[in-house]
């Protein structure tokens, strides 16, 4: 698996501002060119997630948001886009229906993966055991504290992707990239495709990250533009969002839709 650099994963959650709107969200950035979505399903007592998230998910769940509406957004998208989606969420959700149970479902309705962050290698509930009899691939979480033994418990996994937390804390505070930090040399080269966030607000952060990662995941700044949108008289979300992923992308950093994995 090479980490050749495709673009940007773009964070949003179902149910956000509501279930119609939230299709709206999934469109915008699918056609402001976004190589992945990853989409959050709510839960009401996350671990990592900023204010900005945090508040995105408290409107999702007092509004009424099930687990099956994201799944059926998913089927939506794919049928609208062949942009890779993947799931993020957290334990509680996927022990909820069922660890086995709840990968076929989002195996059925198009996930191309799955990112439970609280659900590690060795702790995971026999999550890792079902992405690979469903083929569809569990993507890990490190940041840069991981302990020597987590990291190589981690690897031995072989995971198809790695998502990397740039520094260690919640979403939505900015993250100063150095390309010579000892963390992003070791993640660019592995092996396996390294999603790369936490903090990437701006297209120079972008910038700085095209070489050495597979695809630089974006987050708060795509909620806040939703729910910018929400308080102001213009509440095209669509076009927000299309041309924010389209600003982020940047100068000489051509993304490229993805088909087939």
Same mark, same amino acid.
Request: contains cysteine.
């Given at each position: 698996?090479?980490? @050749?650099?495709?673009?940007?994963? /773009?964070?949003?959650?179902?149910?956000?501002?509501?279930?119609?709107?939230?299709?709206?969200?999934?469109?915008?950035? +699918?056609?402001?060119?976004?190589?992945?979505?990853?989409?959050?399903?709510?839960?009401?007592?996350?671990?990592?997630? #900023?204010?900005?998230?945090?508040?995105?998910?408290?409107? %999702?769940?007092?509004?009424?948001?099930?687990?099956?509406?994201?799944?059926?957004?998913?089927?939506?998208?794919?049928?609208?886009?062949?942009?890779?989606?993947?799931?993020?969420?957290? #334990?509680?959700?996927?022990?909820?229906?069922?660890?086995?149970?709840?990968?076929?479902?989002?195996?059925?309705?198009? /996930?191309?993966?799955? +990112? +439970?962050?609280?659900?590690?290698? #060795?702790?995971?509930? &026999?999550?890792? /055991? %079902?992405?690979?009899?469903?083929?569809?691939?569990?993507?890990?979480?490190?940041?840069? !504290?991981?302990?020597?033994?987590?990291?190589? *418990?981690?690897? *031995?996994?072989?995971?198809?992707?790695?998502?990397?937390?740039?520094?260690? #804390? $919640?979403?939505?505070?900015?993250?100063?990239?150095?390309?010579?930090?000892?963390?992003?040399?070791?993640?660019?080269?592995?092996?396996?495709?390294?999603?790369?966030?936490?903090?990437?607000? !701006?297209?120079? @952060?972008?910038? @700085?990250?095209?070489? =050495?990662?597979?695809?630089?995941?974006?987050?708060?700044?795509?909620?806040?533009?939703? +729910?910018? %949108?929400?308080?102001?008289?213009?509440? &095209? $979300?669509?076009?927000?969002?299309?041309?924010?992923?389209?600003? =982020?992308?940047? /100068?000489?950093?051509?993304?490229? *839709?993805?088909?087939?994995?």
């Amino acid at each position: 698996m090479k980490n @050749q650099t495709v673009g940007i994963m /773009a964070h949003m959650v179902a149910g956000f501002p509501d279930n119609k709107k939230s299709f709206d969200v999934a469109r915008g950035l +699918i056609d402001g060119n976004a190589s992945y979505l990853e989409i959050q399903f709510p839960f009401s007592d996350p671990s990592a997630d #900023g204010p900005i998230i945090q508040t995105a998910c408290s409107i %999702a769940l007092e509004s009424g948001f099930r687990v099956s509406d994201g799944f059926g957004l998913i089927e939506k998208i794919r049928k609208y886009s062949t942009t890779p989606v993947f799931i993020m969420s957290y #334990g509680s959700i996927v022990f909820s229906p069922g660890v086995k149970n709840f990968v076929r479902m989002a195996k059925e309705a198009g /996930a191309g993966g799955l +990112i +439970i962050p609280d659900l590690m290698p #060795g702790y995971d509930e &026999d999550l890792y /055991a %079902a992405g690979r009899e469903m083929d569809i691939p569990i993507v890990p979480v490190i940041t840069p !504290t991981v302990r020597a033994e987590r990291y190589e *418990r981690i690897l *031995r996994e072989s995971p198809e992707y790695l998502y990397a937390a740039l520094r260690v #804390g $919640i979403t939505g505070e900015k993250t100063i990239i150095n390309k010579e930090d000892l963390f992003i040399k070791k993640i660019s080269s592995l092996p396996c495709r390294i999603l790369a966030g936490f903090g990437i607000k !701006t297209p120079q @952060q972008v910038e @700085q990250l095209k070489n =050495l990662v597979h695809a630089v995941v974006i987050g708060s700044e795509f909620v806040k533009t939703v +729910i910018n %949108a929400e308080n102001s008289a213009d509440k &095209d $979300i669509y076009r927000r969002l299309r041309d924010k992923i389209k600003w =982020l992308n940047g /100068a000489g950093f051509q993304q490229k *839709r993805l088909t087939g994995l």
